[in-house]
């Protein structure tokens, strides 16, 4: 803040009838806390209000940010203003120490309001770790492991205390190679399956038993899967440093898979949920939106020759800033060499930037933007290798 409210003032709005305005200064010094903890609301809950009283300024909403609310205290404190608080700071305590949540589905479906009929926002997937903030009418505010906010329905997960995710973390584990498959109740490809399979699922490993690999889900249910389409959890949790050709390999599996607004898993997938779950399949983390991928990874410098493009560096698409309008950036891809790229677009398909090529997309091309450098993953870059983010440890 440059300049402190005089008290005096304040003082004499409090007694007095002739105004119920919130002082400038004071939405202003909400602006900057918001912008410094809370800027990107997919990622952060900062719902705070102001309004006048006759004891003070009343704060009055729900965080997840207590330092945010410290910073908010000390700052009115600072400025000699009296204030009331009625801040909510999730977990909502009736959670009571069910803050956690393991996903119990191959994927589940996490979407921006509490109800069935919500647009999918994002997905997570089996033995995923969650953040849970609080619970209306059967749907759970939750986080996954990349920061991103949803709702989820109770039968997507497992509610856990921090102690019971611990458990889950340290028990021994493994996760689901191929595309597609199924669990079975007994040893035998005859026997009732238990649930569908995506590659990247992790569940709990109790033994190798009859070329089978036994398996707990994380709501108890006890499974076979054949040993050749597991990898053992410690094993899989040390890459994190794949090769270009690594994923393309992977992203090539992806050819033909339906667009899906909202997708991250093997059953649909949306521009940016394609080339975050290609890198998740190779031990990387990325955010969730184009919008966020966009700001990690080392920036390249580009024209429409392409020139210093690598493979497996991701190509950003929107509108370009312009003096009435800010970038906005709306797809992201993945770049092969060549000019080609391989992006989820109506489905998961490989084009071109290259006129004269087959492939070519005029309009792909007209708006491209920028280029960024995920390989090799650089936590300063904010690209993580997964055994660097803390619910996958």
């Known amino acids: 803040m440059n300049k402190l409210l005089p008290l005096l003032l304040l003082l004499l709005m409090f007694t ?4 119920e305005e919130v002082p400038e200064e004071i939405n202003e010094l909400l602006s900057e806390i918001k912008q410094t903890h809370a800027p990107d609301k997919r990622v952060a809950i900062w719902n705070i209000e102001a309004s006048t009283t006759d004891k003070g300024i009343l704060f009055s909403g729900e965080i997840n940010l207590p330092e945010a609310e410290t910073e908010l205290r000390n700052a009115m404190e600072k ?9 909510n700071t999730l977990p909502e305590k009736r959670l009571e120490d069910k803050t956690y949540g393991i996903v119990n589905l191959s994927a589940c479906n996490i979407r921006s309001k509490g109800k069935h009929s919500a647009e999918l926002a994002t997905q997570s997937t089996l033995g995923t770790v969650l953040k849970v903030y609080k619970e209306e009418e059967g749907w759970y505010l939750v986080q996954t492991p990349d920061g991103y906010l949803g709702w989820l329905d109770s039968d997507g997960f497992v509610s856990t205390s921090k102690e019971e995710v611990q458990i889950w973390k ?24 238990i649930s569908d399979l995506l590659a990247g699922n992790i569940l709990q490993f109790i033994q190798f038993e009859q070329g089978f690999a036994k398996v ?4 108890g249910r006890i499974a076979y899967i054949p040993r050749e389409e597991v990898m053992l959890y410690d094993e899989w949790i040390q890459m994190g440093r794949p090769s270009a050709e690594e994923i393309l390999s992977t992203a090539h599996t992806f050819i033909g898979r339906p667009y899906l607004w909202g997708g991250t898993s093997g059953k649909g997938v949306d521009c940016s949920g394609f080339t975050k779950t290609v890198f998740y399949l190779n031990g990387i983390m990325l955010p969730r939106d184009a919008s966020q991928q966009v700001n990690v990874g080392q920036a390249v410098e580009t024209d ?4 210093n493009l690598q493979a497996g560096d991701l ?12 970038e906005k950036i709306t797809h992201v891809a993945i770049y092969m060499g060549a ?48 055994m660097m983010v803390e619910a996958y440890n």
């Open 16 to 19: 007095s009838c002739q105004t």
């Open 79 to 87: 400025m000699g203003v009296p204030a009331v608080y009625t801040i």
């Open 170 to 193: 340290e028990s021994a584990k493994i996760v689901y190679l191929p595309d597609f498959g199924f669990s079975y109740s007994a040893p035998n490809l005859d026997s009732d399956r």
């Open 216 to 219: 707990g889900y994380p709501d």
């Open 304 to 307: 429409t020759t392409l020139t």
């Open 315 to 326: 190509l950003f698409f929107g509108r370009r800033a312009t003096e009435e309008k800010k």
């Open 339 to 386: 000019g080609k790229i391989i992006h989820s677009a109506g489905q998961v398909k490989v084009e071109s930037l290259l006129r004269g090529d087959s492939a070519f997309n005029e309009y792909r091309l007209q708006s491209f933007i920028r280029a960024k450098r995920m390989l090799p993953a650089q936590t300063e870059m904010g690209v993580y290798p997964l």
